[in-house]
């Protein structure tokens, strides 16, 4: 019975001293791979005035889609702001061939890629408070730390893989509208949004219902993407959308970030996961 008692209080004593060694190096060793890997990703988002490099360049990206052929054209990127648009159009009916870019004194802000800079800006902040001289007392202590970065990942995650879902008058009244020279057609509404890794713009013709009309009008509600026969009134005009085009690029850097932030949760997951193995041993600890 003594011996048993006493490989039980060597056991613990051994859980003990690792769990110590825990709180202690590998916390710390896993929070400097985090703040390396996030430094990564936040050079992926830098902007301009944000560094000594000066201002971001400006990167172009030819739109493409496998389906159709019917809108063309070069969007400019720089830092989290559309800088120029250059976009061609061939109509279904006629074929007519509509250009329009944007006004030069113009740029349009993505807030997608801004949120989640600023997501990861905030995750880098809670990281770099805990720095080496930092001792960690509790498993729970790390458990909250590693809660909290997490949720900044996540949210900056979330705001590149899930676009905005917005109704057909939020379209039409949205700024974007106006950004173009020569100004859009009034049968025309344009969205741009961000998509995983994906810079996509839809091209959304439309067509007046007679008030006679037969159709039974029913809203649209919100959507990423509007189908064609989605209605919505603007103004005293009840509109149909009568053809969707949709066209995309990938931004190389938007999925080397969404890879470090898949990378930095896996290490937050692995790290909250050893903490808890030792929970189990001490019921009475308060982590």
């Known amino acids: 019975?003594?011996?048993?008692?006493?490989?039980?209080?060597?056991?613990r004593a051994v859980l003990e001293e690792?769990?110590?060694?825990?709180l202690h190096d590998e916390v710390h060793a896993v929070l400097?791979?985090?703040?390396?890997?996030?430094?990564?990703?936040?050079?992926?988002?830098?902007?301009?005035?944000?560094?000594?490099?000066?201002?971001?360049?400006?990167e172009n990206f030819i739109l493409g889609s496998c389906g159709?052929?019917?809108?063309?054209?070069?969007?400019?990127?720089?830092?989290?702001?559309?800088?120029?648009?250059?976009?061609?159009?061939?109509?279904?009916?006629n074929n007519q061939l509509l250009h329009f870019a944007f006004r030069e004194d113009k740029q349009w802000k993505l807030q997608q890629i801004q949120d989640a800079r600023n997501h990861v800006s905030q995750a880098m902040y809670l990281l770099t408070n805990r720095d080496n001289s930092y001792q960690f007392k509790t498993g729970a202590e790390v458990l909250k730390l590693m809660d909290a970065v997490m949720l900044q990942?996540?949210?900056?995650?979330n705001r590149l893989t899930t676009p905005a879902t917005l109704t057909l008058p939020e379209i039409a009244a949205s700024g974007l509208t106006r950004m173009f020279a020569p100004a859009l057609p009034s049968d025309l509404?344009?969205?741009?949004?961000?998509?995983?890794?994906?810079?996509?713009?839809?091209?959304?013709?439309?067509?007046?219902?007679?008030?006679?009309?037969?159709?039974?009008?029913?809203?649209?509600g919100g959507a990423v993407l509007h189908s064609p026969g989605a209605m919505f009134e603007w103004g005293s005009?009840?509109?149909?959308?009568?053809?969707?085009?949709?066209?995309?690029?990938?931004?190389?850097?938007?999925?080397?970030?969404?890879?470090?932030?898949?990378?930095?949760?896996?290490?937050?997951?692995?790290l909250k996961d050893k903490i808890s193995v030792f929970s189990s041993y001490w019921s009475y600890r308060p982590f």
Not at 18 to 22: A, I, K, V
Not at 202 to 215: D, E, M
């Open 32 to 58: 400097r791979q985090l703040q390396d890997i996030l430094k990564e990703a936040s050079l992926r988002f830098t902007l301009p005035g944000s560094g000594t490099e000066g201002p971001t360049k400006q």
């Open 237 to 270: 005009q009840r509109l149909e959308v009568s053809h969707v085009h949709k066209v995309e690029c990938v931004i190389p850097w938007l999925n080397d970030a969404l890879v470090y932030f898949t990378v930095s949760l896996q290490l937050c997951q692995q």
């Open 1 to 11: 019975m003594a011996t048993a008692m006493a490989a039980t209080a060597t056991e």
């Open 68 to 93: 159709t052929d019917q809108v063309k054209g070069v969007l400019t990127l720089q830092g989290d702001a559309l800088s120029q648009a250059d976009v061609n159009l061939k109509m279904p009916r």
């Open 189 to 220: 509404l344009v969205n741009v949004y961000i998509n995983l890794n994906k810079l996509c713009l839809t091209v959304y013709q439309l067509h007046a219902l007679q008030p006679n009309s037969t159709k039974n009008f029913r809203p649209a």
């Open 153 to 157: 990942l996540t949210r900056a995650r």
């Open 18 to 22: 690792e769990f110590r060694w825990l």
